[in-house]
């Protein structure tokens, strides 16, 4: 099934129009493992003219596709999620390599995903339009009636990021081929690998040609000609904040949907059932090495339980295993590169020199940041404020709620929060007046389920995505206006 997908000197074709393609250009890139250092492979660097073709091929095709009636179209994703699941350990072996995922959370988003595609189609099927009288608006009588159905948008342009290249490459792909779009996938160059295997996985599934077609390249030298180009009807953008205001500003007048950073708090109240909080913290903020845009970025806890709870987490921190994804299942992971460990290193100092109280880690062996604990962090610290896409958690230490609500605000993110607490109305209290998408009570920040709203406000992203909200964002509504006489 992946043979097409490359040569015995590992390097990776592109899919345009049904075909797995070289670039012209004969230029490629390396992709390095986070690991060892070792090549996991070659992706094409393809050059504007040939992110032209995929573009317009992609255009063309999506004149038949939106044609296809829902059903079929829902029986491709079907086909999809079976031979997701069938490929779930060859997809996520190259996920441990390509981007130093765990092998536990590696073969869970695989399968995660395969759920994801099956409930799309499940969705799509079950969505309906509607009709609307007229004679419900004063002045009207029943002389009119409006038929509204939902029209895809054209050619969609999904930008996929490295943390989840399989997942949050199909959270944007089956949603926008099940409304009748076209599909454009540009993955983060580390994550490429990963994300072309489940290109070829709905290739096989029977899409037509050029229905979804994939761009590898420098995001430098092609980045922009994607998102302005006249064809793109539609960007699905995941990654940081920096470059989705830069989409945001050269992108003009299309529609966007973008998951970007955060700063997620975790607020912990005196009343908070501590053990349940340190559990999810220590979860929420260490899986994955904390490379996740809804990871548990900073504790803001009241003061009188805060020497308790940082016991319990020191506790469970210490447990947690470091070290090769490839050789053992471990907890912590080395980070996506040396760019990445050093700007979390430089967290680390900088929160040290001004006072910070080290808990446990504060230690770096390569790409590996042993997982860190800071007490005692002050607002003047770039570690209240920064998002260290790493795993080092700063404790805050407030005297009550407001206080924590306060700092939370002020950050320039607002993806989601957690709050602890045995009061439910505290609960409410708090969920009412942060200013992110998703507050979770009694429970670690998270994207899922994936039927759920999952949305950011601020910095932190446009518009709002989930199943039945993305097949909605990426479609419009039609009307068409009967009028039956007097």
């Known amino acids: 099934m992946f043979s097409s997908l490359c040569c015995e000197n590992k390097v990776y074709k592109n899919l345009v129009n049904g075909q797995w393609i070289d670039s012209n250009t004969g230029n490629l890139i390396e992709i390095f493992s986070p690991v060892d250092d070792s090549i996991v492979g070659k992706i094409q660097a393809m050059s504007k003219k040939e992110v032209d073709f995929a573009i317009e091929n992609a255009k063309e095709a999506q004149k038949s596709w939106r044609t296809i009636p829902v059903n079929k179209r829902a029986q491709i994703l079907y086909r999809a999620a079976e031979l997701l699941e069938e490929k779930t350990n060859d997809i996520a072996e190259?996920?441990?390599?390509?981007?130093?995922?765990?092998?536990?959370?590696?073969?869970?988003?695989?399968?995660r995903t395969a759920d994801y595609i099956r409930f799309t189609a499940d969705a799509a099927k079950s969505m309906e339009g509607e009709t609307i009288p007229a004679d419900s608006f004063p002045g009207f009588n029943r002389s009119k009636i409006s038929v509204v159905t939902r029209e895809p948008l054209g050619v969609v342009l999904a930008i996929s990021p490295f943390n989840y290249p399989v997942n949050l490459s199909a959270s944007k792909i089956a949603p926008a081929l099940v409304a009748g779009n076209s599909i454009v996938l540009k993955p983060a160059t580390q994550g490429s690998i990963s994300a072309l295997y489940l290109a070829r996985v709905f290739q096989e599934a029977g899409l037509p040609a050029g229905v979804f077609?994939?761009?590898?390249?420098?995001?430098?030298?092609?980045?922009?000609?994607?998102?302005?180009?006249?064809?793109?009807?539609f960007i699905n953008f995941t990654g940081s904040t920096e470059i989705g205001k830069r989409i945001s500003q050269?992108?003009?007048?299309?529609?966007?949907?973008?998951?970007?950073?955060?700063?997620?708090?975790?607020?912990?109240?005196?009343?908070?059932?501590?053990?349940?909080?340190?559990?999810?913290i220590v979860a929420g903020a260490?899986?994955?090495?904390g490379q996740r845009c809804t990871a548990v970025k900073r504790i803001l806890v009241v003061d009188s339980v805060a020497n308790v709870l940082v016991k319990k987490l020191k506790f469970k921190i210490e447990k947690l295993k470091v070290g090769n994804p490839l050789q053992e299942q471990v907890d912590i992971v080395p980070l996506i590169n040396v760019k990445a460990a050093d700007f979390v290193e430089g967290l680390m100092k900088e929160a040290q020199e001004k006072g910070a109280k080290l808990i446990i880690g504060g230690r770096r062996e390569g790409n590996i940041i042993y997982p860190t604990l800071f007490d005692n962090v002050t607002l003047d610290m770039r570690l209240a404020w920064e998002e260290p896409f790493g795993p080092i958690l700063?404790?805050?230490?407030?005297?009550?709620?407001?206080?924590?609500?306060?700092?939370?605000?002020?950050?320039?993110?607002?993806?989601?929060?957690?709050?602890?607490?045995?009061?439910?109305?505290?609960?409410?209290?708090?969920?009412?007046?942060?200013?992110?998408?998703?507050?979770?009570?009694?429970?670690?920040?998270?994207?899922?389920?994936?039927?759920?709203?999952?949305?950011?406000?601020?910095?932190?992203?446009?518009?709002?995505?989930?199943?039945?909200?993305?097949?909605?964002?990426?479609?419009?509504?039609?009307?068409?206006?009967?009028?039956?006489?007097?």
């Not at 390599?97 to 536990?104: C, N, V």
């Open 394 to 486: 700063p404790i805050i230490r407030i005297k009550d709620r407001d206080e924590g609500i306060a700092i939370a605000n002020k950050s320039e993110y607002g993806l989601q929060a957690s709050v602890f607490t045995k009061d439910i109305n505290s609960a409410f209290y708090i969920a009412d007046k942060l200013e992110v998408g998703t507050v979770q009570v009694n429970n670690k920040t998270e994207r899922g389920p994936d039927h759920f709203p999952f949305l950011g406000v601020k910095s932190s992203g446009i518009g709002t995505q989930g199943i039945r909200y993305s097949i909605e964002a990426m479609s419009r509504p039609k009307a068409i206006v009967i009028n039956i006489g007097d």
């Open 286 to 289: 260490y899986s994955y090495s």
């Open 213 to 233: 077609n994939t761009i590898t390249g420098r995001g430098i030298e092609i980045g922009d000609y994607c998102v302005t180009h006249p064809s793109v009807d």
């Open 94 to 111: 190259i996920m441990m390599r390509e981007i130093a995922k765990d092998k536990k959370s590696a073969v869970s988003e695989v399968q």
């Open 250 to 280: 050269i992108s003009t007048m299309k529609p966007l949907l973008m998951e970007l950073g955060g700063k997620d708090a975790a607020i912990v109240l005196e009343d908070a059932d501590l053990e349940l909080a340190a559990k999810n």
